[in-house]
């Protein structure tokens, strides 16, 4: 039994039937006319004869068997054209968003399905030359301009395709579009490639846009220093977005967060900017306690407490903490004299008695003022080589939290007790070589982010541009992160880039502000594909954001998140698919099954011949039959010979597309 498609086709069953009529009449005619009629109908019968065969030839030769390459080129003036005539057409008047250009193509239709199976079964023709794949495929139909729409974008977008396919060319088609359409466009880059940052350079200059560039690896290329912290104020922010960069599994994860969190409150209290130099140099815990020390001053000063100071004095003397690192409580000591009422320069335990009893003689502001330095200075040169800070920090920070209980209790009006300041308190209780222990699985990554090249980059303490500016100027930002150089570098940068994409794209959701679309484009997603990439795709749509992904195949994504269900919860989000050629059997079919079905008939034919034993007899039988049976509209096997620049879409307004895109050229 042989079976073959039977694919039908509308076009030729028509012209078969007007041939089979002309062919009856003839024959009609041929008995019971005469010559003349006769001679007029053989006239008219050969006409509609070679009409059939020439129309029959010509749609097999040009949507079937044709296998000429319906790649093409288009200049960005070409490209512009082609957008304002389309969103002014008339059938486009009804869409209140722009329109974007998808490349030449057609609707792919159930008929265009059994001309598919068709060919399948006979064999595709393989392309000649250099390029891969079967040019077939596309020409089953006759190709127009294809378009979509901003709206329907806004669902996001996953491109799968095989290293060299297109992906990066369909980029530049899109990032241009997007930079006409005056988007603030992100393009996250990690294999860095130079066209096309090129293109998207000159789209935004030739419109007069501000362009900016990040790259971490030519550094030359970049055109400011870019804050990785972002817009973050919050310690807890920040602390949790440098501590995602940490294996997820890490058992001490929470510990670095409680360090990175302490740092970022030291640098507040003592006034200096926060970077990721900054926050490593300030993850110990003399940085702690010098923070926890400046704080309860300011404390004592904002309630007005004089016993307070006294007690810090008194504790400056007797851990001999030079007050020069401390200027407010010097110059407060300058103007009212010894608040400790210290009576001799040479006793620290008696300072601290009389601190704790709050009795002594009083003496001129300018004598005892003297005797305190005199008795620092003292002290300090007993013990040049020791650090004040040295020691057991435990037993010094719960004798300052016992001045700031006693703050508390002598001011019913003071304010509310604050969750900084403990928790500075608690992080300088630690053991030194615990805290060392806890805190040292972060001490990479921040080290990795602040190196001595990158850190005029990415530790700028003024001067730095965020996402924040980038959306607020509405200017293109492109960032090549050079995954083959650096792949570790590459997914901590992209991963920070996108949190600050995430947390900004909330606060532009929490406040309904309508700002401009943001166009967000990620290259070889699975490079960087974290859960801030997840809650853009998933939350994205309420602040105008639209995300267009670009990998190779779904095991990158389940290799990312650990399992085949992360995986496909993953690219459920994205309500626009779009496949060029694709090698992965399994890509293929989750990309296929997504797609409706359709029926395709088969014709089966059965020839069976019997010897009767009996008889001397041979009998034969044979038997045809048409099945239908169900099958994608478009098969796996046919992803596998798509051609460079080919593509098959699954787009939100519901059309599956059949197209090839074009080169954007310069002019």
């Known amino acids: 039994m042989t079976q073959s498609n039977l694919a039908k086709s509308d076009p030729k069953n028509i012209y078969l039937m007007v041939m089979s009529f002309n062919i009856c009449w003839f024959i009609v005619n041929f008995f019971f006319s005469d010559l003349f009629f006769m001679f007029l109908n053989g006239i008219f019968l050969c006409f509609t004869t070679i009409s059939c065969i020439v129309f029959l030839g010509f749609e097999e030769f040009y949507f079937s068997f044709r296998n000429i390459s319906s790649f093409f080129e288009i200049s960005v003036k070409k490209l512009q054209k082609k957008l304002n005539n389309e969103?002014?057409?008339?059938?486009?008047?009804?869409?209140?968003?722009?329109?974007?250009?998808?490349?030449?193509?057609?609707?792919?239709?159930?008929?265009?399905?059994?001309?598919?199976?068709?060919?399948?079964?006979?064999?595709?023709?393989?392309?000649?030359?250099?390029?891969?794949?079967?040019?077939?495929?596309?020409?089953?139909?006759?190709?127009?301009?294809?378009?979509?729409?901003?709206?329907?974008?806004e669902g996001h977008t996953l491109i799968f395709g095989t290293p060299g396919s297109g992906k990066t060319r369909f980029f530049d088609l899109l990032i241009s579009q997007a930079i006409y359409r005056n988007d603030v466009v992100v393009v996250i880059d990690p294999k860095g490639d130079t066209d096309l940052r090129e293109k998207a350079r000159r789209a935004a200059q030739s419109l007069g846009r501000r362009f900016e560039v990040l790259d971490?690896?030519?550094?030359?290329?970049?055109?400011?220093?870019?804050?990785?912290?972002?817009?973050?104020?919050?310690?807890t922010e920040i602390a949790d977005r440098l501590t995602s960069l940490l294996d997820s599994k890490s058992d001490f994860s929470n510990y670095a967060s409680e360090a990175i969190c302490a740092a970022v409150i030291s640098l507040n209290y003592m006034r200096k900017p926060v970077t990721i130099s900054s926050i490593k140099n300030a993850m110990t815990l003399k940085a702690y306690f010098q923070a926890f020390l400046t704080r309860l001053i300011s404390y004592a000063f904002e309630n007005n407490s004089k016993e307070a100071l006294d007690k810090l004095i008194a504790f400056f003397l007797k851990s001999r903490i030079p007050f020069s690192d401390f200027p407010k409580l010097e110059k407060y000591m300058a103007v009212t004299g010894n608040p400790a009422r210290t009576s001799d320069s040479d006793g620290s335990e008696n300072s601290e008695n009389s601190d704790e009893e709050g009795a002594s003689d009083e003496e001129s502001s300018g004598k005892t003022l003297k005797k305190v330095k005199k008795s620092t200075t003292r002290k300090a040169s007993s013990a040049s080589s020791s650090d004040p800070y040295s020691g057991t920090l435990k037993t010094k920070a719960r004798s300052l939290y016992q001045i700031y209980e006693f703050i508390r209790s002598q001011n019913r009006n003071s304010s509310p007790a604050e969750e900084e300041f403990e928790h500075l308190y608690s992080m300088c209780c630690?053991?030194?070589?615990?805290?060392?222990?806890?805190?040292?699985?972060?001490?990479?990554?921040?080290?990795?982010?602040?190196?001595?090249?990158?850190?005029?980059?990415?530790?700028?303490?003024?001067?730095?541009?965020?996402?924040?500016?980038?959306?607020?100027s509405n200017a293109v930002f492109y960032v090549s992160l050079n995954a083959l150089k650096n792949s570790l570098l590459c997914a901590y940068v992209g991963k920070l880039i996108l949190s600050d994409l995430c947390s900004f794209c909330g606060d532009i959701y929490a406040r309904n502000h309508l700002g401009p679309n943001i166009s967000i484009f990620v290259d070889e997603a699975a490079e960087v594909c974290n859960e801030y990439l997840v809650q853009l795709l998933n939350k994205g749509r309420g602040a105008r954001a639209s995300v267009t992904l670009a990998t190779q195949t779904l095991s990158d994504f389940k290799k990312k998140f650990g399992s085949e269900y992360a995986a496909t919860q993953f690219i459920g989000n994205c309500n626009n698919?779009?496949?060029?050629?694709?090698?992965?059997?399994?890509?293929?079919?989750?990309?296929?099954?997504t797609l409706?079905?359709?029926?395709?008939?088969?014709?089966?034919?059965?020839?069976?011949?019997?010897?009767?034993?009996?008889?001397?007899?041979?009998?034969?039988?044979?038997?045809?039959?048409?099945?239908?049976?169900?099958?994608?509209?478009?098969?796996?096997?046919a992803l596998m010979m798509l051609p460079n620049f080919e593509y098959v879409a699954k787009l939100n307004d519901g059309r599956f597309i059949k197209g090839v895109i074009p080169v954007v050229m310069a002019e």
């Open 430 to 472: 630690k053991d030194e070589t615990y805290f060392i222990k806890v805190s040292s699985s972060v001490n990479p990554i921040m080290s990795s982010l602040s190196m001595s090249s990158l850190s005029s980059y990415f530790s700028k303490e003024s001067g730095a541009i965020s996402i924040r500016d980038i959306y607020m």
């Open 577 to 593: 698919m779009i496949a060029l050629r694709i090698k992965d059997a399994d890509t293929a079919k989750a990309f296929t099954s």
């Open 87 to 153: 969103r002014f057409s008339f059938k486009n008047r009804k869409f209140s968003s722009d329109p974007v250009y998808l490349g030449a193509g057609y609707e792919f239709k159930p008929k265009h399905s059994r001309e598919l199976h068709s060919l399948l079964d006979l064999g595709l023709s393989g392309s000649n030359g250099p390029n891969q794949g079967s040019f077939q495929i596309h020409n089953l139909g006759k190709s127009k301009d294809i378009y979509t729409h901003v709206k329907d974008l």
């Open 216 to 235: 971490t690896y030519t550094l030359e290329n970049n055109t400011s220093a870019f804050n990785l912290l972002g817009s973050s104020f919050k310690p």
């Open 596 to 637: 409706p079905k359709t029926s395709v008939y088969r014709s089966s034919k059965a020839v069976a011949s019997r010897y009767d034993v009996y008889t001397r007899g041979i009998s034969e039988s044979c038997n045809y039959g048409v099945s239908a049976g169900e099958a994608p509209i478009f098969p796996d096997s």
